[in-house]
């Protein structure tokens, strides 16, 4: 609207201008001959009032244009997000393949005693180099906060029957609850194994919450919009840590056990029970 305000502004402007140009404005003046001299005026430039017009219409289109080219920066870094995602996921599934079907442990103990947590394993199976972290490569989202960690994605976490990601009794809990992660083959093709995620109370953490846990059930409205998106029992961080980064804030990205890369809102995440998972 500013736009095409502007261009009729600067249209009606020089028409008026070519129409002062086009007429003859005369000052009559009285001549000893008793003829009539002609004068011809003009005017030139632009009228203190049209210039604070058109500088506040400027103004305008920029202030307008500036939220649009946000929007297209955001969207424009969901590809590579899609991309990052995908390649940790092609891991797992690597990983699954070479330990009997199951997804890595949130943490597991290694033969060496050395202890290793989810992303230390993608590292091996992402083929990066020796001592550099995976997040520096595959674990940052380009939409992310530059004030956030390295590390911006986060995986199903949850314990029991429904879980997707967890860790061993061995590492901290009974061997009912924690019996550690789930095998590929017993998922829902459409559960989501990793999404865009952040953690206002632990930044380094790298989980967001299953849902169907009885620990983390979604009963709670955080956004406002009349449905239940967030755990009540995990406080400040809301929609269980999803994080909707991209379209504006209004969609995460996640990535299914089908290798399928889906742009979701918090909405469609919270009413369909098939993308938590198993």
Not at 7 to 17: D, G, P
Not at 26 to 55: D, N, W
Not at 148 to 167: C, L, M, P, Q
Request: charged content about 20%; proline content about 7%; glycine content about 8%.
């Amino acid at each position: 609207m500013a736009w095409i305000l502007l261009n009729r502004f600067i249209l009606a402007r020089y028409v008026l201008k070519i129409r002062d140009m086009s007429q003859e404005c005369y000052t009559l003046t009285a001549m000893p001959s008793m003829h009539v001299q002609c004068t011809k005026r003009t005017r030139t430039g632009f009228s203190l009032i049209e210039l604070l017009v058109t500088i506040a219409i400027a103004v305008a289109l920029v202030a307008l244009l500036l939220p649009v080219m946000a929007n297209i920066r955001k969207s424009a870094s969901a590809p590579p997000c899609m991309g990052h995602q995908k390649q940790i996921v092609a891991a797992m599934m690597a990983y699954a393949a070479d330990n009997q079907g199951t997804l890595p442990d949130v943490a597991l103990t290694t033969p060496t005693g050395e202890t290793k947590v989810w992303y230390d394993v993608m590292r091996d199976y992402l083929a990066l180099p020796s001592g550099t972290y995976p997040g520096k490569q595959v674990l940052r989202c380009p939409a992310a906060s530059k004030k956030r960690n390295d590390f911006t994605y986060g995986i199903n976490y949850s314990s029991g029957e429904r879980r997707v990601f967890t860790r061993r009794a061995g590492e901290g809990g009974n061997s009912t609850a924690y019996p550690g992660s789930q095998r590929l083959g017993n998922l829902s093709p459409s559960a989501i194994l990793i999404a865009d995620a952040y953690d206002p109370l632990n930044p380094e953490s790298f989980l967001f919450y299953h849902p169907a846990s009885p620990n983390w059930p979604i009963n709670t409205d955080k956004d406002g919009d009349g449905v239940n998106d967030s755990a009540s029992s995990l406080g400040e961080r809301k929609f269980n840590c999803i994080d909707p980064r991209h379209a504006g804030g209004k969609a995460f990205i996640g990535v299914a056990a089908d290798g399928s890369a889906k742009s979701l809102t918090i909405r469609e995440w919270a009413e369909n029970p098939k993308y938590w998972g198993p």
